[in-house]
């Protein structure tokens, strides 16, 4: 049995809201951020919901929003492994066409045998990196493949390569470690093949054009090109859309067939955009990004205050009138860590079929003791669908 | 490492009891059935054991009595899928031989040139649709294949084939839409040939049987044969029986190698049989239907009712000194729903080395918090099994 083939096409409305990175853990001194914000419209949706605590590529593993918003999409982030060429290609909202091959890429110093001695060509700043990539992409030129470099931040660079027969699988350049010299492009199967070529020859190429620059290559290294996911409206039955605004995941979103609409800027306007669009999609997908920008920055006040302002659009949210509305996030991001990390993320499942719990409040404690577990984000959109009455019963 | 490499011969009892539908939800108005319920023996039992939530098919997955019951004898449901002819024909208590085919099907209307116009016949009553199988069973004859029409209910029919070669490896005929066709019988692989040509002729001889009847054919789907499942036996090292009174669940029991022990009434008489047979078998599995029929019939009184009647006899339940016994369902039924749902099962372990946790009420709520946390259906007869002292350590 597949759950595709228990979904019934009853149109009732999904809503997600992911407030991106919103979860966190207590400490011997003080409250998770969610806990010590004062949040009284998502106490609220959690009295009246069921809440747990979500896990996006199981116990232990810190994932990055392309997997993150996968799992809360339905999908598992473990079957399908979008690389870092692809998802960065995302995040810089570069469109990628079937059979482009796209990269990461470090700007990095070569000693004068070749070897690697700085894989960040010294910690280099966006402005001159900036400039170097700018040089690449007017130097750079291959015979039948179109080659597009674009700057990412400091000394990381994206790279996406245009052309026929372009199979990424070869393995990576970069070394991983100073005083080696890259790796020599090396296919992993016959189909590969061609792609090693080209890359010989942009090495040359690329090492040309930087030769009196403050860089001597480039370091490339997961070599993706775009996935063919199967599509929301295919394993679930949806007209999905999404209102964020953010290329990362509006490009997620798209990945599986959501339709991107018109970029807006704040979460009330993003509500705004759901409201005038409700009747041509049936799950709709709205992302804030602040918590996890705080979240990196170490920043508790700001992931407090970040958290606080969702709280005060939630009526507005919950006036579209959703069937069933699940609020969470991606991934955590405590502040005590400035970066992502494994701890379980609080959730709530909101609806009139979706039954009540005791959780009083929208916290990661509070959620450990919810209706719904712990439980892996990628089944959320399941028990969303249930909740809206939009699966078949399996077996007699 | 399988289970079944650390089962041992020790004789501790098992007992099993399904009050079947018994999950709901709390929802704005009110608490759950079981929550309203005034249980004090099921409390009490509650406040010894440890409890938890069982999930038969994952979260979202809404099953049937049969996966239900495989789940809790320790079966994945979903690996082992009986097709809805088999299940059928078990509910009806009509037994299955090694190599019979069985299928669900639907009394319909065709127009003049043989397009469904209804996929039930009008709606048809119980009454004239029983005539019309009876019609069909004394009309309807094959060459070297016996043919059995049972009515279920309404538009619905059992078929059952019976003859040498017959594998149901066949697409389904019913075209699940008016405006087509019933579709051709074919054959999704070689060794479905056989059944293919005979459901050619079986499709004439029914036309032929209903030209002057209130239904034009049979638009039948879910062709099953006989599951060949692993015994409890041989899985779980069992002497296992049930004392179960309805043909479904009987017949889900022998699936799985259990006896089942002559039919009796109430549970309170199923009660007396298990004692009667106590030392004949260290599996019992008791079953009572009425919370499942009023969860069905949205009679919240009913359902209350019914439960605080198992409540009743639990007492007797504990006397019979089962060493290990759980209490729980198939699946959860609220009466919100009238239906069965994707609803987490309140379920207790009872017995001397289960542990007990902090949970004091019989509850959807109360359990969420319990030492049995989350789980699979399929993991409790693990844990039965474990707490009865029959698994022996893996590894050293």
Redesign the interface.
């Known amino acids: 049995?597949q759950?595709r083939d228990?979904v019934n096409d009853n149109p009732a409305h999904l809503v997600l809201l992911v407030i991106d990175g919103l979860g966190g853990y207590a400490d011997a001194r003080q409250d998770s951020e969610l806990e010590a914000a004062t949040t009284p419209n998502l106490d609220q949706l959690a009295a009246?919901a069921a809440c747990g605590l979500t896990l996006p590529a199981g116990p232990g593993v810190t994932v990055g929003s392309g997997p993150g918003h996968l799992a809360l999409f339905g999908y598992d982030p473990l079957e399908y492994d979008l690389g870092r060429g692809l998802l960065s290609a995302i995040g810089l909202g570069v469109e990628l066409r079937p059979g482009d091959v796209a990269a990461r890429g470090n700007l990095a110093l070569l000693d004068d045998d070749g070897r690697v001695t700085d894989r960040r060509a010294g910690r280099i700043d966006d402005e001159p990196a900036r400039a170097i990539v700018g040089h690449l992409q007017q130097q750079v030129r291959l015979d039948e493949v179109e080659v597009t470099f674009e700057h990412v931040s400091e000394h990381r660079v994206l790279l996406v390569l245009h052309g026929d027969g372009l199979v990424p699988q070869v393995e990576d350049l970069d070394p991983q470690t100073t005083g080696l010299p890259p790796r020599e492009p090396t296919a992993t199967s016959p189909e590969g093949e061609r792609l090693a070529m080209v890359l010989r020859q942009l090495d040359r190429a690329i090492r040309e054009a930087l030769s009196d620059q403050a860089a001597d290559t480039v370091l490339l290294r997961g070599f993706d090109t775009l996935h063919e996911l199967p599509s929301m409206q295919e394993r679930f039955g949806l007209r999905p859309a999404t209102v964020a605004t953010y290329p990362m995941y509006r490009g997620v979103a798209q990945l599986v067939g959501m339709d991107a609409l018109p970029k807006v800027g704040s979460l009330a306007e993003q509500i705004e955009l759901m409201a005038a669009n409700w009747d041509n999609y049936d799950y709709l997908f709205a992302h804030e990004k602040a918590a996890d920008r705080a979240g990196h920055d170490g920043d508790r006040d700001a992931k407090i205050a970040a958290i606080e302002a969702v709280d005060a659009v939630i009526p507005d949210l919950v006036a579209l009138g959703p069937d069933v509305l699940a609020v969470t996030a991606d991934h955590s991001a405590p502040t005590q860590l400035k970066a992502h990390s494994w701890h379980p993320v609080p959730t709530l499942l909101w609806g009139?079929?979706?039954?009540?719990?005791?959780v009083r409040v929208f916290g990661e404690r509070a959620c450990a003791?919810?209706?719904?577990?712990?439980?892996r984000t990628q089944?959320?959109?399941?028990?969303?669908?249930?909740?809206a009455g939009r699966?078949?019963?399996?077996?007699?």
Not at 352 to 358: L, N, S
Not at 369 to 374: E, I, P, R, V
């Open positions: 049995m759950l228990l009246e009139e079929k979706v039954g009540r719990d005791d003791t919810g209706l719904l577990g712990h439980l089944d959320l959109l399941p028990l969303m669908l249930a909740s699966l078949e019963k399996y077996g007699a």
